[in-house]
């Protein structure tokens, strides 16, 4: 057996606090080499050192204790390298999640250029859609498929779309997190019931219409501004919110190229 190291030296050589590895012990990542049945003196050997230093180096990425387990007692060394590949792809996730929290968080602490606000009328408008109650956290996932399924059948139909596709959506999804949804494709065409996909009149609506450009990321900045307007003109009307999607997913991948209408129900007090 080699040389018992005290905890304190072993602290000292692992660059680990001593309160570090008592805790790695509990919760058994790192365990003595020994402890004295009379005292309860923990002793390491100096072969544990580089051990404890992956294992500071792995919670230093923020791997959590039970990944670090993992690693350790991987079978191989490629099943050891995939774990940790596969955290760090996760940080630079999380990473590139944090930049562009913070490039919002910048822009939000300068001054606003507001964006402009159009009154709009809006006629009943025949359309093909699809309508889900949903929860508010699966909803870019749902909006995502039922364009797509849109889109296929407008193809498989043979159809001719009249205006850009668009979304309604309860004022509940927003207030509770659950509520329902509808996108649709304005057409000319009879519309044949296949799947989720159904024929649809979009009801006539008075709205207050703001202009987001860019990623979705962030419209709820602009969703914001048109809320303080029509809060601040006392026009506000019940009614679910609108989005006409003029370039979108389905014209492009790159989303600081996607025009999206935001629109919301109001009162129209005047021409």
Sequence with gaps: MGTRVTIGDFSRASH??????????????????????????RYYSQAQIPIAQVIRRLRGLHMPVADVRSVLT?????????????????????LAQTREAVGELRSLLEPETPHPIEHRTVPPTPAMGIRETVDRDDIFGWWQGALGELHATVRAQGLTTTGSTGGLYASELFQHGR????????????????????????????????????????????????????????????????ENYLRGITETDDTGEWDTEIGCPIFRTHD
Aim: no cysteine; net charge negative.
């Design 16 to 41: 680990l606090s001593v309160k570090t590895l008592r805790h790695y012990h509990e919760v058994g990542l790192l365990e003595p080499s020994e402890v004295d049945p009379a005292n309860g003196y």
């Design 179 to 242: 509520g329902e949804a509808t996108v649709f494709t304005p057409t000319d065409g009879s519309v044949k019931t296949i799947g989720r996909v159904v024929s649809l009149i979009i009801p006539a609506a008075e709205l207050a219409i703001a202009r987001h450009h860019g990623s979705p990321s962030d419209i709820d900045l602009t969703y914001g501004q048109l809320g303080a307007y029509v809060i601040n003109h006392e026009i506000s009307v019940d009614g679910p919110l609108r």
């Design 74 to 94: 991987a079978p191989d060394t490629d099943a050891r390298n995939r774990l940790i590949v596969e955290h760090l792809d996760r940080l630079e996730l999380e």
